[in-house]
């Protein structure tokens, strides 16, 4: 069972780092940076959102009744 809970734990925090990333890079884009900066962002929110989902199927693949 600690090893359940473990998994769980670094799965969570896979999702809690990817969120974080996202906001992050929502936030910089907001500023006025630039052409080229903008598009640089917007790849890195596209791959930001893609490892929150990544992240979330992870965690309810572990275990779907305690992911929710």
Do not use: Y
Not at 8 to 28: P, Y
Not at 58 to 66: M, V
Request: hydrophobic share 45%.
């Amino acid at each position: 069972m600690d090893l359940m809970n473990l998994e769980l734990a670094r799965a969570r925090q896979r999702v809690g780092r990817a969120k974080l990333d996202l906001e992050r890079a929502e936030n910089l884009l907001d500023e006025e940076c630039g052409v080229a900066v903008n598009l640089a962002l917007c790849c890195r929110i596209r791959s930001a959102q893609r490892r929150v989902v990544e992240a979330r199927q992870r965690l309810t693949k572990i275990d779907p009744i305690k992911a929710n």
